[in-house]
């Protein structure tokens, strides 16, 4: 979605935005918290691009490989998102801060969120779940609401026609338990999942319409190769898959 990524040595030049002076900020948190799973920040080149360090590994790019798809992967992901939020809840954005817009929770924001936990931003090692990359869309949000994010593509909570290949055998209903499980989310929460994901499709669809229209470029683009229909059929799916989903949830 970033045009003018670059990799030199082991950084990561990418185009400066608005937002970048405010993630720059939760990186450097993050880093001194020991939170070892996120690029750290080596400040701003000669030709006005942001530095980060190259965090080395494989991502997962489609068509997904099997181990990436394993239960044990995804339990691995849950501790690796509830880890990130535990050492982002401690961060006091700076007060100029400056955010993405996007979906969003009903709930008051309890820390930052990465809020694009997409296969492609995950690195793994060993077959596990590392680091997360790409924190662009980070902004204010809920644990639950970064999570369903997470779900969205990882579960996937997503009509068939529209998974990796590999994805269309995973049984989606025990895959949520799994992950609530593994990242201890509370008997409360759990009831709110799936209502958080449906208000997630609407925001999304929404949110990323307006992106296309006042951004262009990459955006534009994924809305014209079918995002906003991708969201509408995934948003059908879990309304007529609801019952099922929630017996593994309560």
Do not use: K
């Not at 530095?51 to 690796?80: I, Q, T």
């Not at 931003?121 to 997470?150: K, Q």
């Not at 779900?151 to 338990?177: S, T």
Request: charged share 30%; glycine share 8%; aromatic share 8%.
């Amino acid at each position: 979605m970033t045009e003018g990524v670059v990799r030199v040595g082991d950084t990561v030049r990418r185009p400066m935005r608005a937002s970048s002076p405010a993630v720059h900020a939760l990186l450097r948190h993050l880093e001194a918290a020991g939170f070892d799973g996120a690029p750290r920040v080596h400040g701003v080149d000669e030709r006005g691009r942001e530095v980060l360090s190259y965090v080395p590994g494989e991502a997962a790019v489609r068509p997904l490989r099997s181990h990436v798809l394993s239960d044990e992967a995804l339990v691995h992901l849950a501790v690796l998102i509830r880890r990130y939020h535990e050492a982002a809840a401690g961060f006091v954005p700076p007060r100029d801060a400056c955010w993405v817009r996007g979906a969003y929770d009903d709930a008051s924001p309890e820390l930052i969120g990465h809020c694009d936990i997409t296969p492609e931003n995950v690195i793994f090692r060993d077959g596990r779940p590392y680091a997360l990359i790409d924190f662009d869309m980070a902004r204010p949000t809920t644990r639950l609401f970064d999570a369903v994010t997470a779900l969205r593509h990882w579960a996937p909570i997503a009509d068939p026609v529209d998974r990796d290949p590999a994805q269309r055998r995973l049984d989606v209903g025990p895959r949520l338990r799994l992950f609530c499980d593994a990242y201890g989310f509370s008997a409360r929460e759990r009831r709110r999942l799936l209502e958080v994901s449906r208000l997630r499709f609407g925001r999304s669809y929404v949110a990323m319409r307006a992106r296309a229209e006042r951004d262009g470029g990459g955006w534009a683009r994924m809305w014209r190769d079918g995002a906003g229909e991708r969201i509408r059929r995934a948003a059908a799916w879990l309304d007529a898959n609801w019952d099922d989903l929630n017996a593994h949830l309560v």
